[in-house]
């Protein structure tokens, strides 16, 4: 983030900045706070140096997320001289574990607010706005010791009021929480601390919230949890499991499509898979994180399984669902991994072939289990060569598992103009923006993006991630028509099994469902040409969207 107090600012009221870092949870926490706020009378800005209210919404899940945090807010130590109404928030996790220390660190931060508290936040901006003398306010939930389980449970409020089509990764997608919090305990993270005990959302709240989202025009929605498989709510004296929820959640008309992250290996039973393979709307994509293949390393994380169970519930996966795609989480240098555990891991990434893999170094956090029992002993630079071999591996089978759709044709959800469009359009003052797309634009190159993903400034490298940006040649659009061709534009969308596909297309199919033949590929990129224009699910009834 630039400094705000590089020009003097002109007074404005009830402009708000919010810059979002970490996982698709914080994403939508953001959505929400937005919604809120707005009815509140405020209006979003991208301009930090014009907003009145600036927001972080932070991750505490790497160390190198919360040096981000800290140094955007040292850029900010004297942005209140020429606005001494500027209200400055920290949100979200960092702001549950590091509550005090935030301010000692950065003294002119005025509200922090935790994951559980985030509809406190307009009332506590209003009060700080109207407070005579400067008050720092906080509103953070009780730790995992500070209560009964059911106390600290209550301490975080599933957070779910109001949607806000804008700030969504586009208008047709959205997230649903299905559930908040982990019980799992993974010795090395911190988010059981930081989004408190598991509890699952009644299902018929979130049928509800699906069914609102499918008025407002929303085709796909990807439901989220910690580790969403692990779904369980008793309703009626009955239990409503994940794949019970899918059921109901097929059946709203208007929602096409169905994805959910992140799950649980332990808890990836059987009736889900089988839901997987029954629900036409259901996405044949499991991201299903091993973080390790050494049972030792395992034993020390205490996932609760071993390399078998997992080898196990893979093979399970290939029988129900042929041809899901499955991605994968790692850890390297996790303490006391040795270069054979390390190769354990490499073994099973050879071996399970993974669509892709999220690869992180190991970063101690302070309170967890992890950081109190075991040395931080593999050294940095190991930590970082094996972090590019892994990567190096996932990349080239990544590759050749996308080599095997050329010549095929895969149907799409057409989200929006490419990165390298959007960034073309931006250069050349015209921001690509939903139904206002029309004009050409030239492509250069083709590459992906990840809105699962979206603002994860963290230090993983993954194939989907935006440091990695594959060019490879431009292809010419061979099935549309002319005047199709005079206004097509770099388009993105996925594949049913969350395969990144790039073409020419005139921007009005965005939003749209389309089929598209693959011609080329890169690790990350199915590269192809538009064959048809819309389907509806189910039906192959096609309706022309083209002109
Ligand atoms: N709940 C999900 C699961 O268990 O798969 C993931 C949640 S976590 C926010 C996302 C990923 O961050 C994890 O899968 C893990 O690979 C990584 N991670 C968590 N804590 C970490 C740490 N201390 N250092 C490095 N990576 C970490
Ligand atoms: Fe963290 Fe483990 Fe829970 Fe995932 S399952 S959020 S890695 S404790």
């Known amino acids: 983030m630039s400094d705000p107090d590089s020009k003097p600012v002109t007074d404005h009221n009830g402009r708000l900045y919010i810059e979002t870092v970490g996982c698709q949870m914080n994403m939508l926490d953001s959505e929400l706070v937005v919604a809120a706020l707005r009815r509140d009378g405020y209006q979003l800005t991208d301009n930090p140096k014009e907003a009145d209210t600036i927001l972080f919404n932070t991750c505490s899940v790497r160390e190198h997320a919360e040096h981000k945090i800290y140094s955007a807010l040292g850029r900010l130590k004297y942005s209140k001289r020429n606005r001494p109404q500027r209200v400055i928030g920290v949100i979200g996790c960092m702001a549950q574990k590091d509550q005090d220390l935030i301010f000692q660190k950065a003294p002119f931060v005025d509200i922090v607010v935790g994951t559980g508290q985030l509809a406190e936040i307009p009332r506590m901006i209003r009060e700080t706005r109207e407070s005579e003398e400067r008050t720092q306010r906080k509103a953070v939930s009780l730790g995992r010791r500070e209560g009964s389980r059911e106390e600290v449970s209550d301490s975080f409020q599933s957070y779910d009021p109001l949607r806000d089509p ?14 908040i919090g982990c019980d799992k305990f993974c010795t090395y993270c911190v988010v059981p601390a930081t989004r408190g005990p598991e509890q699952s959302r009644p299902p018929a709240h979130i049928v509800q919230e699906a069914r609102v989202l499918a008025d407002q025009g929303v085709r796909e929605i990807t439901l989220l949890g910690q580790t969403v498989n692990s779904y369980k709510y008793t309703e009626d004296g009955r239990l409503v499991r994940l794949s019970d929820l899918l059921m109901r959640l097929h059946d709203i008309s208007g929602i096409e499509r169905i994805r959910f992250i992140t799950n649980f290996p332990k808890d990836m039973t059987t009736d889900l898979l089988q839901a997987v393979r029954d629900l036409p709307k259901v996405m044949k994509y499991l991201h299903v994180p091993a973080q390790s293949g050494c049972n030792d390393v395992l034993k020390r994380m205490k996932r609760g399984y071993t390399v078998e169970d997992y080898r196990e519930m893979m093979q399970r996966i290939r ?58 002993d593999v050294p940095e630079e190991t930590k970082r060569q094996r972090n590019n071999e892994m990567l190096e591996l996932q990349n080239r089978i990544s590759e050749e598992d996308n080599a095997e759709f050329i ?23 015209q921001p690509l923006d939903g ?33 990695h940006d594959h060019s490879i040649e431009p292809q010419t659009i061979q099935h549309a028509s002319e005047e199709a061709a005079r206004l097509a534009l770099q388009l993105t969308g996925r594949t049913e099994c969350d395969r990144i596909v790039v073409f020419d297309g005139n921007p009005r199919l965005i939003g749209s469902l389309a089929e598209i033949e693959i011609h080329d590929c890169t690790s990350t990129t199915l590269l192809g040409s538009i064959v048809t224009k819309e389907f509806q699910h189910g039906s192959g009834l096609l309706l022309p969207i083209l002109g």
């Open 407 to 429: 010549g095929r044709r895969v149907r799409i959800l057409v989200e929006g103009p490419s990165k390298s469009a959007s960034r073309r359009a931006a250069r050349e003052g």
């Open 435 to 467: 139904a206002s797309l029309l004009p050409l634009v030239t492509q250069e190159s083709h590459d992906s993006h990840d809105p699962h993903h979206p603002h994860d400034s963290h230090d993983s490298h993954h194939p989907h991630d935006s440091h």
């Open 319 to 376: 029988e129900i669902v042929p041809g899901c795609a499955v991605s994968s989480d790692f850890i390297v240098g996790f303490c006391g991994e040795s270069d054979e555990s390390y190769q354990k891991s490499m073994d099973l990434i050879r071996e399970c072939r993974f669509k892709n893999s999220f690869i992180f170094k190991y970063s101690a956090r302070t309170g967890t289990k992890a950081d109190e029992l075991f040395a931080d």
């Open 166 to 179: 804008e700030m969504r990764p586009t208008p047709f997608q959205a997230f649903v929480r299905i559930m």
